[in-house]
């Protein structure tokens, strides 16, 4: 019989089953959570490691962006400013994050060749920086790192042989073959009659024109023998039909809508011809701008290259804001980067002149325009002490110049000829350097130490047959170390005048004709019963004093006679006269227009040397200046800043009437028609800006030209200034071929326009090619062989026949100015006129409206006929001149050309061969990026 479980056993199994069932159940949901959980927790760490991340990021941003502006200002970084770069924290995680940067130089500067298009083949200064970063979230701890190298290169501009950074025009007549890098940031127009040469790369950021000029003439006014090397090193003809635009075949829409542009289309053609020259023809460029143009622009105000050459605007200062002249306040100052740029503020020596003590740098109260009550630069045509103050006691006007230790006792001004009712003539000069502890501009005035050395040329002793013709009595080694020039006792070459005046007397001693200033003619030699000779007067202009006139031989020695020296002048045809066709001796007679008649400061190089190399520090003054009483010593050559050699820079502002730098008479064209043509307005404000009441003067009409003994013999009112270079055949400086730390350039700098008379950093060449190689201009490779470079508003060579007498004699004869061979070496920063479509009125000769072209960049006022001037250096156009401003002329009254031996210098592609204070491209090369935890 089989056996049956009974119903009340079961009931205890039900009950383990539920148990069991939901035992796995729980196991089952608790794993469930804990993977959630843990997901949870995965996914909240990526999110964190991600924010880290983009903090990190962030901080590896901002370093690189610090540190390149770092170049803004400078071409290398100080400890300060790494420091700077280090400290600095990425806004909008700086609350939420911990951060540890670092920022390293992992290898020296060294000189590399630059690889891209647009700057590959030039010559760099690179080093290589590391910048690394740990952000940590201070919420949870998480942390991430990361590391980035880059390279920062650093390109001078002299790099180039030519750089325009607007349009750049060629169409030279003689064969013309430059030689280095061209650049444009505009267009490009090129076109030549028996030869142009590229053997570089040639790029510019607009278009290349081959079959129409600037002012809208067809190529065959001057031909189409344009070569450039193709990248294998063969020279490849550029043809009018060639270009990246073309006036005809007409195609679509003009690429310009510029009416003042010619109207030209795009060529279907440009990609295969371009391709002719592998690369080395290149239109629609990127452009390259320097900091100043950088920086302005971000910051919404973008400035104009000319600010490179002006003065600066600083609290202590006086400036035009667009409305009158007013005090500079911290709101209107220079921006740090706009400060740095400045020739004015680089190291070295400034002088500035101006028409009041406030409109000197440093010296306004900050209180309307008036002026600070304490001693700031010296006033010249007042009282003998200079401190501002009107003679007194019939006491002459012109400021005396301290003696010097060893009893040189300099020429006092001869202020009676400088004066000028309504304005007073002040002068200050400094030393610039920078102060190490706030990075900013530190300046010391060493106007009268600097006046200790003299303020005129010396008077020469002149005999004949041995027989002394000209000698001031007493007058020994006086004036012998004058740096700056403002007066001279005699003026060589031919008189002035074809009959003497009441103004200039004119003697011939051995062939040679001088003009002096024949003050009287006494009757014996206590001085004191005289007849006047040269007593002529004019509005202005009373007569000389007693105390400004010196007895001298002068023709006859039995003769008590006088002379006083009087302002250094010229006369530049290009600047006073608005056509070159014109006769212009039917308007002016013997008389010149003033509007030519430049003022200049003469700069002794060669007495500037003597200074920097420390010849005259056991002789300066010991006491009496504001330099002593500040520094405790005697001025020294030691106490002069420097970086890698000197920048001096000059301003004249006198007669600047509102004080903003430039020359207010833009009515270039036509005999002053009041109507703003195209290539007039260079300051680009939209009007004809002209001052016929005070700074500037017309061209033609009443009271716009005098007797030139007049001009030459006196200063005037307008703005019309200019500096000059003279005695610059050997520079200060010093070239050290074994250790490029120990080389010393020199450079100029100047808001004016900048004449350079004679040769200049060079004795002459030792070959004559085709043009002369860079290596063969002497001397070559010698400490004497300078780094230099010459900044100005324009710049005129003065050949070494150049005589101001001839420019007043013969302004309107040009074979009467005759030119002789001239070697000058420098790399050129300047401004030209402003080309415009051909139109009337216009300047005269063969090219109209425009600016003359590359090969007229350096100007001339000279019979050149063949005459070589031999040149080795760097072209660089960066701005309209301002002052300087009348159009290019040529070649019936301003200049024939001489025979263009011009080579770029190749010892630019050295970067530790520069001149001091030389713009620079700047930029980052980013070469690696990396994790690190």
């Given at each position: 019989?089989?056996?049956?479980?009974?119903?009340?056993?079961?009931?205890?199994?039900?009950?383990?089953?539920?148990?069991?069932?939901?035992?796995?159940?729980?196991?089952?949901?608790?794993?469930?959570?804990?993977?959630?959980?843990?997901?949870?927790?995965?996914?909240?760490?990526?999110?964190?490691?991600?924010?880290?991340?983009?903090?990190?990021?962030?901080?590896?941003?901002?370093?690189?962006?610090?540190?390149?502006?770092?170049?803004?200002?400078?071409?290398?970084?100080?400890?300060?400013?790494?420091?700077?770069?280090?400290?600095?924290?990425?806004?909008?995680?700086?609350?939420?994050?911990?951060?540890?940067?670092?920022?390293?130089?992992?290898?020296?500067?060294?000189?590399?060749?630059?690889?891209?298009?647009?700057?590959?083949?030039?010559?760099?200064?690179?080093?290589?920086?590391?910048?690394?970063?740990?952000?940590?979230?201070?919420?949870?701890?998480?942390?991430?790192?990361?590391?980035?190298?880059?390279?920062?290169?650093?390109?001078?501009?002299?790099?180039?042989?030519?750089?325009?950074?607007?349009?750049?025009?060629?169409?030279?007549?003689?064969?013309?073959?430059?030689?280095?890098?061209?650049?444009?940031?505009?267009?490009?127009?090129?076109?030549?009659?028996?030869?142009?040469?590229?053997?570089?790369?040639?790029?510019?950021?607009?278009?290349?024109?081959?079959?129409?000029?600037?002012?809208?003439?067809?190529?065959?006014?001057?031909?189409?023998?344009?070569?450039?090397?193709?990248?294998?090193?063969?020279?490849?003809?550029?043809?009018?039909?060639?270009?990246?635009?073309?006036?005809?075949?007409?195609?679509?829409?003009?690429?310009?809508?510029?009416?003042?542009?010619?109207?030209?289309?795009?060529?279907?053609?440009?990609?295969?011809?371009?391709?002719?020259?592998?690369?080395?023809?290149?239109?629609?460029?990127?452009?390259?701008?320097l900091p100043l143009k950088i920086a302005s622009t971000i910051a919404g105000a973008p400035l104009d290259y000319i600010e490179l050459v002006k003065r600066g605007k600083n609290v202590g200062d006086l400036y035009n804001d667009g409305i009158g002249v007013t005090a500079v306040t911290a709101a209107a100052a220079d921006t740090l980067v706009t400060s740095k740029e400045r020739y004015f503020n680089k190291k070295g020596i400034r002088i500035s002149l101006s028409d009041s003590k406030a409109k000197l740098p440093g010296c306004a109260s900050g209180t309307g325009t008036g002026a600070v009550?304490?001693?700031?630069?010296?006033?010249?045509?007042?009282?003998?002490?200079?401190?501002?103050?009107?003679?007194?006691?019939?006491?002459?006007?012109?400021?005396?110049?301290?003696?010097?230790?060893?009893?040189?006792?300099?020429?006092?001004?001869?202020?009676?000829?400088?004066?000028?009712?309504?304005?007073?003539?002040?002068?200050?000069?400094?030393?610039?350097?920078?102060?190490?502890?706030?990075?900013?501009?530190?300046?010391?005035?060493?106007?009268?130490?600097?006046?200790?050395?003299?303020?005129?040329?010396?008077?020469?002793?002149?005999?004949?047959?041995?027989?002394?013709?000209?000698?001031?009595?007493?007058?020994?080694?006086?004036?012998?170390?004058?740096?700056?020039?403002?007066?001279?006792?005699?003026?060589?070459?031919?008189?002035?005048?074809?009959?003497?005046?009441?103004?200039?007397?004119?003697?011939?001693?051995?062939?040679?004709?001088?003009?002096?200033?024949?003050?009287?003619?006494?009757?014996?030699?206590?001085?004191?019963?005289?007849?006047?000779?040269?007593?002529?007067?004019?509005?202005?202009?009373?007569?000389?004093?007693?105390?400004?006139?010196?007895?001298?031989?002068?023709?006859?020695?039995?003769?008590?006679?006088?002379?006083?020296?009087?302002?250094?002048?010229?006369?530049?045809?290009?600047?006073?006269?608005?056509?070159?066709?014109?006769?212009?001796?039917?308007?002016?007679?013997?008389?010149?227009?003033?509007?030519?008649?430049?003022?200049?400061?003469?700069?002794?190089?060669?007495?500037?040397?003597?200074?920097?190399?420390?010849?005259?520090?056991?002789?300066?003054?010991?006491?009496?200046?504001?330099?002593?009483?500040?520094?405790?010593?005697?001025?020294?050559?030691?106490?002069?800043?420097?970086?890698?050699?000197?920048?001096?820079?000059?301003?004249?502002?006198?007669?600047?009437?509102?004080?903003?730098?430039?020359?207010?008479?833009?009515?270039?064209?036509?005999?002053?028609?009041?109507?703003?043509?195209?290539?007039?307005?260079?300051?680009?404000?939209?009007?004809?800006?002209?001052?016929?009441?005070?700074?500037?003067?017309?061209?033609?009409?009443?009271?716009?030209?005098?007797?030139?003994?007049?001009?030459?013999?006196?200063?005037?009112?307008?703005?019309?200034?200019?500096?000059?270079?003279?005695?610059?055949?050997?520079?200060?400086?010093?070239?050290?071929?074994?250790?490029?730390?120990?080389?010393?350039?020199f450079t100029v700098a100047s808001e004016n326009g900048v004449y350079i008379k004679g040769n200049y950093n060079a004795t002459g060449i030792a070959s004559v090619g085709t043009p002369t190689p860079a290596t063969d201009y002497l001397p070559q490779g010698t400490s004497a062989h300078i780094p230099a470079s010459v900044v100005g508003d324009a710049i005129v060579i003065l050949s070494n026949n150049w005589q101001d007498s001839r420019s007043f004699r013969y302004p309107f004869s040009l074979s009467s100015r005759p030119a002789t061979e001239t070697t000058v070496r420098f790399a050129m920063l300047a401004g030209d006129a402003r080309s415009s479509y051909e139109n009337s009125p216009n300047q005269g000769g063969g090219d109209p409206r425009l600016t003359g072209g590359v090969h007229n960049f350096k100007r001339f006022l000279e019979y050149w006929n063949g005459a070589r001037l031999n040149y080795a250096g760097s072209l660089i156009n960066l701005f309209n001149s301002h002052n300087n401003n009348g159009a290019f002329k040529c070649c019936t009254n301003?200049?024939?050309?001489?025979?263009?031996?011009?080579?770029?210098?190749?010892?630019?592609?050295?970067?530790?061969?520069?001149?001091?204070?030389?713009?620079?491209?700047?930029?980052?090369?980013?070469?690696?990026?990396?994790?690190?935890?």
């Open positions: 019989m089989k056996k049956l479980w009974s119903k009340g056993k079961e009931d205890g199994s039900a009950i383990v089953i539920a148990l069991l069932i939901l035992t796995l159940l729980t196991a089952f949901v608790a794993l469930a959570v804990t993977r959630t959980t843990n997901e949870t927790i995965a996914t909240s760490n990526d999110a964190a490691e991600s924010r880290a991340f983009s903090a990190a990021q962030g901080s590896l941003e901002v370093m690189t962006r610090n540190f390149d502006k770092i170049f803004e200002e400078k071409l290398s970084p100080a400890p300060v400013d790494l420091q700077h770069v280090e400290d600095q924290k990425p806004p909008g995680f700086d609350t939420a994050y911990d951060f540890e940067q670092h920022i390293t130089q992992t290898k020296q500067t060294e000189t590399v060749v630059m690889s891209g298009q647009l700057l590959q083949g030039l010559n760099a200064l690179r080093d290589e920086w590391q910048v690394e970063t740990t952000a940590t979230d201070k919420s949870n701890g998480v942390q991430v790192g990361l590391r980035r190298q880059f390279y920062n290169n650093r390109v001078p501009i002299f790099q180039f042989g030519i750089f325009y950074d607007d349009d750049l025009e060629f169409h030279p007549g003689p064969r013309f073959d430059f030689g280095g890098r061209v650049h444009s940031n505009g267009s490009m127009f090129l076109m030549a009659q028996t030869g142009l040469y590229f053997s570089s790369r040639v790029s510019a950021v607009g278009q290349i024109f081959t079959d129409v000029a600037r002012n809208g003439r067809p190529w065959t006014g001057w031909g189409e023998n344009v070569w450039i090397k193709n990248g294998s090193g063969t020279y490849v003809k550029l043809l009018h039909t060639m270009g990246s635009v073309l006036k005809t075949p007409v195609s679509g829409a003009p690429v310009f809508s510029n009416p003042d542009m010619p109207a030209v289309y795009k060529s279907s053609n440009w990609s295969t011809n371009k391709g002719l020259f592998q690369g080395n023809l290149l239109s629609d460029q990127k452009p390259l701008n009550t304490t001693a700031c630069g010296i006033r010249l045509d007042g009282a003998s002490s200079g401190d501002g103050s009107e003679p007194t006691g019939g006491e002459g006007r012109g400021y005396r110049p301290l003696p010097m230790t060893d009893g040189y006792a300099a020429t006092r001004i001869n202020g009676e000829r400088f004066y000028n009712s309504g304005r007073q003539v002040w002068i200050k000069i400094e030393l610039v350097g920078i102060n190490p502890a706030d990075n900013t501009i530190q300046t010391q005035d060493v106007t009268a130490d600097v006046l200790s050395l003299g303020v005129t040329e010396p008077a020469p002793v002149i005999t004949q047959a041995a027989v002394t013709k000209f000698s001031i009595n007493g007058y020994g080694t006086r004036d012998s170390r004058s740096i700056v020039k403002l007066q001279r006792f005699i003026m060589p070459g031919v008189g002035v005048t074809a009959a003497d005046t009441n103004y200039l007397t004119a003697y011939t001693w051995n062939g040679t004709p001088y003009n002096v200033v024949l003050a009287d003619e006494c009757t014996n030699g206590t001085y004191t019963t005289c007849n006047g000779v040269d007593n002529g007067t004019t509005i202005g202009f009373a007569g000389d004093n007693n105390s400004n006139k010196y007895a001298a031989v002068v023709d006859d020695g039995t003769k008590f006679r006088r002379v006083v020296p009087f302002p250094i002048e010229m006369f530049d045809t290009r600047e006073g006269l608005y056509n070159d066709d014109l006769n212009w001796n039917g308007t002016y007679g013997s008389n010149v227009p003033r509007a030519g008649v430049m003022s200049m400061v003469d700069i002794d190089v060669n007495n500037l040397k003597r200074f920097l190399d420390g010849n005259f520090n056991a002789v300066m003054p010991t006491a009496g200046t504001v330099y002593t009483a500040a520094a405790g010593h005697a001025l020294r050559h030691t106490d002069v800043p420097e970086a890698n050699g000197w920048v001096l820079y000059v301003s004249d502002r006198r007669g600047d009437s509102d004080f903003d730098g430039e020359y207010d008479m833009e009515d270039i064209y036509g005999p002053n028609d009041n109507l703003l043509q195209p290539g007039e307005d260079v300051n680009n404000n939209g009007h004809l800006d002209v001052d016929f009441l005070s700074e500037a003067v017309r061209y033609t009409g009443a009271n716009t030209a005098d007797n030139p003994a007049v001009a030459a013999a006196l200063d005037h009112p307008y703005y019309r200034r200019g500096v000059r270079l003279i005695n610059g055949q050997q520079l200060p400086g010093v070239y050290d071929s074994v250790n490029s730390l120990n080389t010393k350039g301003v200049y024939s050309p001489p025979t263009r031996n011009w080579v770029f210098d190749t010892t630019f592609l050295d970067p530790t061969r520069l001149p001091p204070g030389t713009p620079f491209f700047q930029t980052i090369q980013l070469t690696g990026f990396q994790r690190v935890n």
